[in-house]
């Protein structure tokens, strides 16, 4: 397996698709892992798209000494990028990847070929559910892990929505997974990048779900108008989690921007 040595860590990658095509990289969010855009990814590949997506700190395959800070993981994508010769790549960041994304395009700008901001927010001050979810467990756990979808979603899929919010539980119950996502956490508790959204000149486009139960819309009203070069799409009825919501909607939307950036 591909793994990145980094200083007091093991970053889990792949790169996907023909090494002469435009790269697009994926950041995931809390505790998530790369393999959530696996399907997105075979999309892409289809598409005409070089794809990696890696494993931030605390998530998935990658390994890491706790302490770590969120400089760390930003750090950890633009030395991946020069480990493996992507002089620039698109970047795509889910929530908790997004605002690694902000911090990318506005520190790493060269590096950056557009910016695809996904119910994300530059400020803790936006966040509407209390994300210390490593603390939590049983029904208390389960209850705010319902917020990440909108009500439509849940009420029109039961099944699906009840196996979503298990599934999303596994990463709180196991003891190791449950560290790991609280070091995450540690690393972006209260934080303020507000003011560093106005040193990113790159194309950006901004999704967000209008039933968004974790971050408030009014975030990507925020980004938007910081950033000079975005574009918003606010999507209704939908919550935070795009891919599970909304997949069709979200893939194209993306398609349809990274077109325009070829």
Not at 244 to 255: C, H, I, Q, T
Request: aromatic share 10%; charged share 20%.
């Amino acid at each position: 397996m591909p793994f990145f040595e980094r200083p007091s860590a093991e970053i889990f990658y792949l790169l996907e698709g023909e090494d002469s095509a435009p790269c697009v990289t994926l950041l995931n969010g809390y505790s998530r892992s790369s393999g959530d855009f696996r399907a997105f990814a075979k999309l892409l590949n289809e598409n005409g798209w070089r794809v990696l997506r890696l494993d931030n700190r605390g998530s998935g395959q990658s390994q890491s000494a706790p302490g770590f800070k969120v400089s760390d993981m930003v750090t950890d994508v633009s030395a991946l990028w020069t480990h493996l010769g992507i002089e620039k790549s698109h970047l795509l960041g889910v929530s908790y990847g997004g605002v690694l994304s902000m911090l990318l395009g506005n520190q790493h700008a060269a590096q950056v070929a557009s910016l695809c901001l996904v119910s994300t927010t530059p400020s803790s001050f936006f966040l509407s559910l209390d994300n210390n979810l490593a603390s939590q467990e049983g029904d208390a756990l389960e209850q705010n892990l319902a917020r990440y979808v909108s009500p439509k979603f849940a009420q029109a899929n039961p099944l699906l929505f009840r196996s979503l919010i298990k599934e999303m539980a596994k990463a709180f119950q196991d003891p190791v997974s449950k560290e790991r996502a609280a070091q995450q956490r540690k690393a972006l508790d209260r934080y303020d990048f507000t003011a560093l959204l106005h040193g990113i000149h790159c194309p950006t486009l901004i999704l967000h779900g209008e039933d968004d139960g974790v971050i408030a819309p009014e975030a990507a009203e925020v980004t938007h108008r910081a950033i000079r070069q975005s574009q918003l799409e606010i999507f209704p009825g939908v919550g935070h989690l795009f891919l599970a919501e909304s997949p069709k909607r979200f893939y194209e939307a993306v398609l349809s921007f990274l077109s325009t950036q070829r």
